[in-house]
Structures are given as C-alpha cells and as structure tokens.
C-alpha cells in the first residue's frame, strides 16, 4: 500500500523543481496546489493535453447550422409565399437563420461543455492534502510513494526546499477512527 505525503512550499520555482526531481525518478505526484495559476506547474503535474471544450462547440455549431437551415426550408415548405415569381427555396435567405443558430447552439453548447468538465457546480470538499495556506501563499505538491520510497520523497522534498514534509492518513484509516467508540 502507497504511502501519502504532502510537501508545503513557500516558492513556486522550490516548487516546480521538486516536481521535475520527484517525477525524474518515477514517483507519482497526485496532485500540485497553488495561490495563483502557474502554467509550468499544471502542465508538470497534468501534461499537456488539448481542451475537449472545443470539439463540443464544434459540434454545437455544425448542430446549429444544419437546424437553422432545416427551419427555414421547413417553413419555406408548409407555408409556401411566392414573392414576384421568387423560387420557395432561396438558399440565401437562409444563410442568416443558419449562421444565427450556428452562433446561437455554438455558444449554448460551449457553456454546457465548460460546465460538465470543469464539474460545476462543484459539491465535493477538497481533497484531504489541500491546506487553506495553499490559497493564500504557500504551495503544496501531494506525492504518492510506493512501500519503502518513503524516505527518498521526503529527501527529495526536503532537498528542494520544502518548509514542511506531512504524511497523510489513508482514507481507510480515517473512517476506522470514526468507528471505533
């Protein structure tokens, strides 16, 4: 069973290099906490990847799109007004119903993709490593160390410039305490 231990950190850059070294010797950092976003930091701890926010807008405004001109071809349809020897299906016309749902469910969809991946709203607490002083001016790196890594990480935390080093209790543990009377 892995241990859990929480390195407190007053210098986003002790902070980024204790990641690199913990992360060069293949330990697993869970999770980095920080006052203010810090971009090198995030992309250390959660990699790089591409947002899916926008392929769901892209499918929101293709989606738009193709309803907005199968609204205006539908009512072309049932309520056929001829207009000095106009044709019923004029497709510019259409071109302003369709952009405008293209923008409108583009939008719509958006919002819901930022939604439903940010998990908002959010109902869970913090995780159990996260301090309040890690949003105010201290930063946190949560690390995962297998059996007898133990002293490495806290080496390697201490080495870097870490303020405080904290073992943290299991979950299990936790909810052994509250069962005994």
């Known amino acids: 069973m892995s241990t859990e231990l929480l390195g407190v950190f007053d210098h986003p850059d002790t902070t980024v ?96 993709g930022l939604l439903l991946l940010a998990r908002l709203p959010h109902r869970k607490f913090p995780s159990r490593a996260y301090r309040p002083a890690f949003s105010d001016d201290q930063f946190g790196v949560h690390v995962a160390a297998e059996p007898g890594q133990e002293e490495e990480v806290r080496r390697v935390l201490a080495e870097t410039g870490a303020i405080e080093v904290q073992a943290l209790t299991p979950p299990s543990a936790i909810q052994d305490q509250g069962a005994t009377p």
């Open 17 to 112: 290099a204790a990641v690199r070294n913990l992360q060069s010797k293949g330990l697993q950092v869970i999770e980095a906490y920080s006052p203010v976003p810090h971009e090198e930091l995030h992309q250390l701890v959660r990699g790089k990847h591409p947002s899916p926010v926008r392929f769901i807008t892209f499918v929101g405004a293709i989606t738009g799109l193709v309803s907005g001109f199968a609204l205006a071809l539908w009512s072309s349809g049932i309520w056929e007004l001829v207009v000095d020897g106009k044709p019923v299906y004029s497709l510019m016309p259409f071109v302003v119903v369709g952009f405008e749902f293209l923008i409108l469910l583009g939008a719509l969809f958006t919002l819901g």
